[in-house]
């Protein structure tokens, strides 16, 4: 990483936490948000090798125009277009209900550009290995185990990229299978 390869990460990355301040995660310690994005650059950089700086500002800015008010057109200013494009690749209609938005991804996940298949990927792996340590606190198992289903699916389609990013994900999947058969719901 040079100079400007680091200026673009960390500007992402000081862009992404104020975006999501004030924003809580799912777990039982409703952890801050920004802990996701990066995880998600950690992954990438240190299991998948990924260098590509385009890819690890992506990974940070991967959820502010999902989740909060950024739009399309201030992350191509502020951060260029092959940012802003990846995460447009990466970034549901919201208008849509989330069942539909949920089997787009499905859809969607074959025809993802080699960057966003990564990032992907990398989002999956994160997700999923949150149900053992920060598990969603409101979500029964059945919940759980479903979305592990719809993970499997949406990594069929766009896996292929990064075989280390891809070995973790099966490895991850399969830990986390284990460990739902060995709980139950709190009565
Ligand atoms: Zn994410």
């Known amino acids: 990483m040079n100079e400007s390869d680091f200026s673009l990460f960390i500007q992402s990355l000081d862009f992404a936490a104020?975006?999501?301040?004030?924003?809580?995660r799912k777990d039982a310690a409703a952890s801050p948000y920004i802990n996701h994005p990066i995880e998600v650059a950690r992954v990438?950089?240190?299991?998948?090798?990924?260098?590509d700086p385009v890819l690890l500002a992506a990974a940070i800015l991967h959820d502010t125009v999902e989740d909060t008010e950024t739009t399309d057109a201030e992350l191509r200013?502020?951060?260029?277009?092959q940012v802003a494009g990846v995460v447009a690749e990466v970034t549901d209609d919201k208008r849509l209900p989330k069942d539909e938005r949920k089997r787009l991804q499905v859809e969607h996940a074959p025809h993802l550009s080699l960057r966003a298949r990564q990032l992907k990927t990398a989002d999956l792996i994160c997700n999923v290995h949150g149900f053992i340590d920060s598990p969603p606190a409101k979500w029964?198992?059945?919940?759980?185990?479903?979305?592990?289903?719809?993970?499997e699916q949406v990594f069929g389609g766009c896996c292929g990229s990064n075989p280390a990013l891809d070995s973790l994900f099966r490895q991850t999947l399969?830990?986390?299978?284990?460990?739902?058969?060995?709980?139950?719901?709190?009565?």
Do not use: K, T
């Open 140 to 151: 029964p198992l059945s919940r759980q185990r479903g979305y592990l289903d719809w993970a």
């Open 18 to 24: 104020r975006r999501h301040s004030g924003q809580r």
């Open 44 to 51: 990438l950089w240190e299991e998948g090798d990924v260098r």
């Open 174 to 187: 399969s830990v986390v299978r284990e460990a739902l058969l060995r709980r139950s719901d709190p009565q």
């Open 77 to 81: 200013n502020l951060f260029g277009s």
